[in-house]
């Protein structure tokens, strides 16, 4: 073969190759799991939820000892009215965080809407036991125990939740609940 002919062959492979060549290219995520989190916050204030999910995945995954971002995903699946999703979610974050208050009184909520009264009630009790002074977990507490006919403890988880101020939604939830007891059994 003749020298020219050679190199013009090469040169024009190179030409034609050169630039699809594959190569590895390493991509590297520069966000950490907090950052990751604050996404999936955002997406999900924007009604994103899909990309809500996705961020708090990477978040647990890149942070496996943290349980916010797996309560926030719990929270994005309760929203759907997907209880068992959430409440697989709840349960992970809870193993993460075994006293984690707001994983146990979320999974307390779902096991509610799923009409699960007996485990709610006890996931409830729990988180009331892990935090006593938040009023939105009395008030969790106080629908169940309504719903299993214990009006006398949904009483006193109303009057302690109003007891500790409430945000004005909440105490008017609350006062709602009162209300709907004194009409189903009036005190004596």
Not at 120 to 126: M, T, V
Not at 160 to 184: F, G, T, V, W, Y
């Amino acid at each position: 073969m003749h020298p020219k002919p050679a190199l013009l062959s090469l040169l024009a492979f190179f030409c034609l190759f050169g630039c699809s060549v594959p190569r590895i290219i390493v991509l590297n995520d520069p966000l950490d799991a907090r950052q990751h989190n604050d996404l999936g916050v955002a997406y999900q204030q924007r009604g994103e939820s899909d990309l809500a999910v996705r961020e708090y995945d990477r978040a647990a995954d890149l942070d496996q000892q943290w349980a916010r971002p797996l309560i926030n995903r719990g929270n994005v699946q309760a929203e759907r009215g997907e209880w068992r999703q959430a409440e697989k979610s709840y349960r992970q974050a809870l193993r993460r965080e075994p006293g984690n208050g707001e994983a146990m009184n979320n999974l307390a909520w779902v096991l509610f809407r799923a009409e699960d009264t007996g485990r709610a009630l006890d996931w409830a009790e729990r988180a009331v036991a892990a935090n006593p002074r938040e009023p939105a977990f009395l008030d969790t507490l106080a629908e169940i125990r309504i719903a299993r006919r214990d009006h006398a403890g949904a009483r006193q988880a109303i009057a302690n939740a109003l007891a500790l101020d409430p945000p004005a939604e909440l105490r008017h939830s609350l006062e709602q609940k009162r209300a709907l007891l004194d009409a189903l059994s009036p005190l004596p």
